[in-house]
């Protein structure tokens, strides 16, 4: 015949200490995680910053309107705690007026970003505001998202001729390279949070509704 059993049920938040351990331990090794939006908004976020610098990511794919800019633009990275994480991107640079101005309008307490802004600003009154640059990659062993791998084109535009001031194309590699190691550093703090305790704790309450025994596994049952 069939019988009635009353199961207690708990959200995350209502377990013990032990339990509360024990389900994040099985929710890390389990594939019930979103794994690919976590880094949106930080490269949404670098992508505004490029520009008020006057950097243009390159755009993979221009004609797919439906995919996501972020993840449209070509930006590489790997945050998986090995020797060769980093970040890197490819684009064009030219001269963005009032760059040091904006950007700390935009980010005022991030002292790195203004120095950049600032370099930018000095090299190209040195060359009369005529610099372009044209970033991209290059390794001889294959593959990479270290921003070592980033190479610069350098022009300056003019009708007399002129070169570049001496110095000046290391000067803008020098400036991407550490942009994209900003980047990384970025990426890294929101990887470190969205692997988390507590950015776990807040999905299984909010995001996955999920409810569990009192020992701390998974109810599938509800």
Not at 25 to 51: G, L, M, N, T
Not at 107 to 123: F, G, I, N, T
């Amino acid at each position: 015949m069939p019988q009635t059993h009353t199961i207690t049920t708990y959200a995350i938040g209502e377990l013990p200490p032990a339990a509360l351990e024990r389900a994040l331990k099985d929710h890390r090794a389990c594939d019930d995680y979103p794994e690919w939006d976590w880094s949106w908004c930080v490269q949404e976020d670098f992508r505004e910053i490029c520009d008020i610098l006057g950097f243009e990511i390159r755009v993979l794919n221009p004609t797919c309107e439906s995919f996501p800019l972020p993840f449209n633009l070509d930006i590489t990275f790997s945050v998986a705690c090995t020797q060769n994480d980093g970040a890197s991107f490819t684009g064009t640079y030219g001269y963005a007026k009032n760059a040091p101005r904006r950007i700390r309008a935009y980010a005022p307490q991030d002292a790195k970003l203004h120095e950049l802004a600032d370099s930018l600003q000095s090299l190209q009154q040195r060359n009369f505001y005529q610099l372009h640059a044209r970033i991209h990659r290059y390794s001889q062993y294959g593959p990479s998202v270290h921003n070592s791998t980033m190479r610069v084109d350098l022009d300056r535009d003019n009708d007399r001729g002129q070169e570049p001031t001496d110095g000046a194309d290391r000067e803008i590699l020098r400036i991407a390279r550490e942009l994209a190691d900003w980047l990384y550093k970025q990426l890294q703090q929101s990887w470190e949070y969205h692997d988390s305790d507590d950015a776990r704790t807040e999905y299984l309450a909010e995001g996955a509704n999920a409810r569990f025994l009192e020992c701390g596994r998974l109810c599938d049952c509800v």
